[in-house]
């Protein structure tokens, strides 16, 4: 069965370093979306992007958050000067479309020091 | 804003017992309704998906919607205890690309 896969699973960061998390989507799917779950809390969504763009971003997804799609199966979230509040677990999903089935990843979890 | 609430539990239930989740969302624009369940550290897995008002089975697990209360629930029929997690209510807009969660609700199935 098809699944999203993410590299590196855990990734430990200095405060003001850059990070880049990795994710590769289900291989038919046009949406690709990352979310992340602070410990104890609720998953958030950070960004949505459909045909090479971004779709949606939500608050938290200020100038210090990028995405990419470098290549046809690649999708990276690049965290520009981390901050010891970046700590989370970070998932990045895919869907066939909107509204359909987000399919998560196994998830980053980043430590910020 | 809109929200999307889940008591938070823990619910415990005995090994065969129904378990009996809800949720209630705020935006009458919502479409898309989805259960995913959570382990400990892990990933969100999806459980079912709804769209129309009712009831939807899959094996164990049925969920219901009731979009003029905007509710919905999920019951796990014979539960085990490999179903203890934590299990999270999203919702969809069609104006948005996002799932809005909750913020879960755990399960514990008593052996």
């Known amino acids: 069965e098809p699944e999203v896969t993410q590299t590196p699973s855990h990734q430990v960061t200095q405060m003001g370093q850059e990070v880049i998390l990795r994710c590769v989507p289900i291989?038919?799917?046009?949406?690709f979306y990352w979310y992340r779950q602070i410990l104890g809390q609720k998953v958030e969504f950070l960004v949505s992007?459909?045909?090479?763009?971004?779709?949606?971003k939500s608050e938290i997804f200020d100038d210090q958050f990028s995405v990419e799609r470098p290549d046809g199966s690649n999708f990276t979230l690049k965290i520009r000067s981390t901050k010891l509040e970046d700590s989370a677990m970070y998932f990045c999903?895919?869907?066939?479309?909107?509204?359909?089935?987000?399919?998560f990843g196994p998830g980053t979890r980043l430590l910020v020091l | 804003q809109k929200e999307v609430e889940q008591n938070s539990g823990p619910l415990s239930v005995p090994e065969g017992a129904i378990a009996s989740l809800n949720c209630t969302y705020s935006?009458?624009?919502?479409?898309?309704f989805f259960w995913y369940r959570q382990y400990s550290g892990k990933s969100p897995e999806l459980i079912m998906s709804?769209?129309?008002?009712g009831d939807k089975e899959d094996g164990r697990f049925t969920a219901q919607l009731n979009k003029a209360s905007q509710y919905v629930s999920l019951l796990i029929r014979d539960s085990q205890p490999s179903d203890s997690a934590t299990y999270l209510c999203?919702?969809?807009?069609?104006?948005?690309?996002?799932?809005?969660f909750g913020s879960g609700t755990r399960l514990l199935v008593r052996p």
């Open positions: 992007f459909y045909n090479n763009e971004i779709s949606e």
């Open positions: 935006d009458r624009g919502s479409q898309s």
């Open positions: 999903a895919s869907s066939s479309g909107t509204l359909k089935t987000q399919y």
């Open positions: 709804i769209y129309s008002n």
């Open positions: 999203a919702v969809g807009m069609d104006s948005s690309y996002k799932l809005i």
């Open positions: 291989s038919n799917h046009l949406y």
